[in-house]
């Protein structure tokens, strides 16, 4: 990263600053050639990678600095919630294009370092490099903590289990609209105020909950919308779904609660009833899982008048 504006030396000194240093589970982390984890007895370990790239997760005319650091460890902190896990360290991989304001990539970091202390979620390391372009690009890291065992998986829902939600669904593909149309009117959003989409909150609280309360039989984060992730649910536990209209916590309209990406909230299934909330974050119900009823898993939405239709996976997509 040299050949940037900003020093590679400088930009690793901001981050030991801001970074945890070694406590609990982490010995030692930056400010050395490897981190070290010392994992509780009788835990397994999770882990959970995903890319931030600009562009295509974030646009820097749109996103605030902040909301773009803080949206890299929430796709990350989101994947932990699902399976009920507790955070135990981050690494974070940055390739920063030359000619970015060092402004910018201070206000990604800020951004991220406040999640993170949200969270108690230590950053143990990373890399950094010269981007190959003119995006800025970043990966990050999770690993996490679960008893022996116990991880909630998507495979694992019965025909006749509930199919729960938590908060509304929505929101974060409409504040996305709104952005696109005036992204001048959010410059100075901050993560203490309601942002769906530039401030995803992880539902870490009522993951851990659901597993140490042994609610959930299965569960996936909403990360691509609500019809995809059903999708990935059923075809894992080998399951069809039925949702009904009516139930669905809106957060924006039907097409986008159904199909809007990056709402970061919990999808699982119960064989018993669930609390109206977990955590102080509500909890709805909005289907049943049905057994097989084909080849490949279906989904149907039964609408207020009792007819049923199919429901498509009509979400983010990943193309390579």
């Given at each position: 990263?040299?050949?940037?504006s900003?020093?590679?030396?400088?930009?690793?000194?901001?981050?030991?600053?801001?970074?945890?240093?070694?406590?609990?589970?982490?010995?030692?982390?930056?400010?050395?050639?490897?981190?070290?984890?010392?994992?509780?007895?009788?835990?397994?370990?999770?882990?959970?990678?995903?890319?931030?790239?600009?562009?295509?997760?974030?646009?820097?005319?749109?996103?605030?600095?902040?909301?773009?650091?803080?949206?890299?460890?929430?796709?990350?902190?989101?994947?932990?919630?699902?399976?009920?896990?507790?955070?135990?360290?981050?690494?974070?991989?940055?390739?920063v294009?030359?000619?970015?304001?060092?402004?910018?990539?201070?206000?990604?970091?800020?951004?991220?370092?406040?999640?993170?202390?949200?969270?108690?979620?230590?950053?143990?390391?990373?890399?950094?490099?010269?981007a190959p372009?003119?995006?800025?690009?970043?990966?990050?890291?999770?690993?996490g903590t679960i008893?022996?065992?116990?991880?909630?998986?998507?495979?694992?829902?019965?025909?006749?289990?509930?199919?729960?939600?938590?908060?509304?669904?929505?929101?974060?593909?409409?504040?996305?609209?709104?952005?696109?149309a005036?992204?001048?009117?959010?410059?100075?959003?901050?993560?203490?105020?309601?942002?769906?989409?530039?401030?995803?909150?992880?539902?870490?609280?009522?993951?851990?909950?659901?597993?140490?309360?042994?609610?959930?039989?299965?569960?996936?984060?909403?990360?691509?919308?609500?019809?995809?992730?059903?999708?990935?649910?059923?075809?894992e536990s080998?399951?069809?779904?039925?949702?009904?209209?009516?139930?669905?916590?809106?957060g924006?309209?039907l097409?986008?609660?159904?199909?809007?990406?990056?709402?970061?909230?919990?999808?699982?299934?119960?064989?018993?009833?669930?609390?109206?909330?977990?955590?102080?974050?509500p909890?709805?119900?909005?289907?049943?899982?049905?057994?097989?009823?084909?080849?490949?898993?279906?989904m149907?939405?039964?609408?207020?008048?009792?007819?049923?239709?199919?429901?498509?996976?009509?979400?983010?997509?990943?193309?390579?």
């Amino acid at each position: 990263m040299a050949a940037n504006s900003i020093a590679e030396r400088d930009f690793i000194r901001s981050l030991y600053r801001q970074a945890s240093g070694g406590r609990g589970p982490l010995r030692l982390g930056i400010g050395d050639d490897c981190a070290i984890l010392r994992p509780p007895k009788g835990i397994e370990i999770v882990v959970t990678t995903d890319f931030s790239l600009e562009n295509k997760h974030f646009r820097r005319d749109w996103h605030p600095p902040q909301s773009a650091g803080h949206r890299c460890l929430a796709r990350g902190l989101s994947d932990l919630a699902a399976m009920g896990a507790k955070p135990l360290a981050a690494f974070l991989s940055i390739a920063v294009p030359k000619g970015l304001e060092k402004a910018y990539l201070n206000g990604f970091l800020r951004g991220f370092m406040a999640l993170a202390k949200a969270h108690s979620v230590p950053l143990a390391g990373g890399d950094t490099a010269a981007a190959p372009g003119d995006e800025l690009l970043a990966d990050i890291t999770l690993l996490g903590t679960i008893p022996q065992g116990k991880a909630l998986l998507r495979s694992g829902a019965k025909a006749g289990d509930g199919i729960y939600v938590t908060g509304r669904l929505g929101a974060a593909a409409a504040e996305l609209e709104q952005l696109a149309a005036n992204a001048t009117h959010f410059k100075a959003a901050k993560p203490s105020e309601i942002h769906p989409h530039l401030f995803p909150q992880p539902r870490l609280a009522v993951g851990q909950a659901l597993l140490k309360r042994k609610l959930a039989t299965a569960a996936i984060d909403i990360s691509d919308g609500l019809s995809v992730d059903l999708l990935h649910l059923c075809e894992e536990s080998k399951l069809d779904a039925e949702i009904e209209t009516a139930t669905l916590p809106l957060g924006a309209t039907l097409m986008q609660a159904l199909h809007g990406g990056e709402d970061y909230e919990l999808l699982f299934t119960a064989s018993r009833p669930v609390p109206k909330k977990l955590a102080g974050v509500p909890i709805t119900r909005i289907g049943t899982m049905l057994p097989r009823a084909g080849r490949s898993p279906r989904m149907s939405l039964l609408d207020e008048k009792g007819k049923r239709n199919l429901l498509k996976p009509q979400g983010w997509e990943h193309q390579l």
